[in-house]
């Protein structure tokens, strides 16, 4: 019996049950009416945006087809990822730049304070990508965060841009669509993004675990930004707790299809009318898994608060206003290193 590392063990409410029910529920929308509008035909983006905003609603997730992400694309990042892992961890840690989080290679960052069973790669989408030194309010000073230069395999460096284009191009869309589900103009998120956005893509993967019934590849959490556009293999772990219920339902891997969910910054925007849900990813004994999210963040300098036109005196703002980058610098300390107080989260910012 191998020793086990009370790092990584879960406590009892947390750990997984292994045997699942699989989600059939979330919902599978097909984006071709807007990835190839030859035509402009209103009425079928309508009903977009009408599935879109049961979505958000019932589940926080949903999965994408006809996205318009080049298959051969995400073929190549997928191979490049498994290359990159299969090394040895003395070649990968060449690839940290520093204990900072950002960018790079870590296998020590911990979720809600317990390790996370896995190892991943970070990669920006701005290099450089300008962030507040540190997460005092009172302070103004920048720093920034570069790209690692990996040299294996080759051509990563150009793989990893193009297919965050591609992220990003995605990731636009899904905004336009869900701010008219929301009932603002199409381009309101924008302004947040077109500047400095600060988001990144991750390379995950979760090796076979001894214990995974004690263990987590990833934490239950929510995702803190704006957007998250996950690729998950054909092993899947995704879990996403129900909101009917409070169960956690697996998301069966569905080939060539990106699983969304809207993150906390678009909960504090909408004002509560979508909430960013909590997943986890569970571990096998067996199988390893890969997955690759992209987690679309806005500038640092962005004001996160609820929309001006969402909220009136029946539906008064739920949300006292945050920088999105002094929240960004005090969560990546506390991800990191293993602390004794809860991190940061959005309801600490909750009006009474
Ligand atoms: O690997 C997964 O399926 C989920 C990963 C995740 O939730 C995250 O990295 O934020
Ligand atoms: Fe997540």
Redesign the pocket.
């Known amino acids: 019996m191998e020793e086990v590392d009370q790092a990584f063990i879960q406590n009892p409410e947390n750990r997984p049950k292994l045997s699942i029910t699989q989600a059939e529920g979330i919902p599978v929308i097909n984006l071709s009416p807007i990835i190839h509008n030859t035509v402009q035909d209103s009425s079928a983006i309508q009903a977009l945006v009408k599935e879109i905003s049961s979505a958000c609603k019932e589940w926080g997730f949903f999965q994408v087809t006809n996205h318009g992400v080049p298959p051969t694309l995400r073929l190549k990042m997928e191979e490049a990822s498994k290359m990159f892992f299969a090394q040895s961890l003395e070649d990968k840690k060449k690839i940290t730049t520093d204990d900072t989080g950002l960018p790079g290679y870590h296998d020590t960052e911990h979720t809600k304070n317990v390790r996370d069973w896995k190892e991943v790669f970070d990669f920006l989408s701005n290099d450089p990508t300008l962030v507040p030194l540190n997460s005092d309010e009172h302070d103004d000073q920048v720093t920034y965060w570069t790209n690692p230069s990996p040299q294996y395999p080759p051509h990563f460096k150009v793989i990893l841009k193009e297919y965050i284009k591609e992220m990003e191009k995605l990731a636009f869309t899904l905004l336009e669509l869900i701010a008219l589900s929301l009932g603002v103009e199409a381009k309101r998120f924008e302004e947040f993004f077109i500047k400095d956005q600060t988001s990144f893509l991750?390379l995950?993967h979760y090796p076979p675990c001894p214990y995974p019934h004690l263990a987590l590849?990833?934490g239950p959490h929510k995702?803190s930004g704006a957007l998250?556009i996950?690729a998950?293999d054909e092993v899947g772990?995704?879990e996403v707790k129900r909101k009917t219920d409070q169960q956690w339902v697996l998301v069966k891997p569905t080939p060539d299809a990106y699983i969304i969910n809207v993150g906390d910054v678009i909960q504090v925007w909408s004002n509560d009318a979508y909430e960013s849900v909590e997943?986890r990813?569970i571990v096998s004994t067996e199988k390893e898994r890969f997955?690759i999210?992209f987690f679309l963040f806005p500038g640092y300098d962005a004001e996160v608060k609820p929309f001006e036109e969402l909220i009136n005196e029946q539906n008064p703002s739920k949300y006292r206003p945050y920088k999105w980058g002094k929240f960004l610098v005090h969560r990546k300390d506390s991800n990191i290193k293993k602390q004794d107080v809860e991190n940061l989260q959005i309801y600490h910012y909750k009006l009474p």
């Open positions: 991750r995950n590849g990833a995702d998250t996950l998950q772990g995704l997943h990813a997955s999210p």
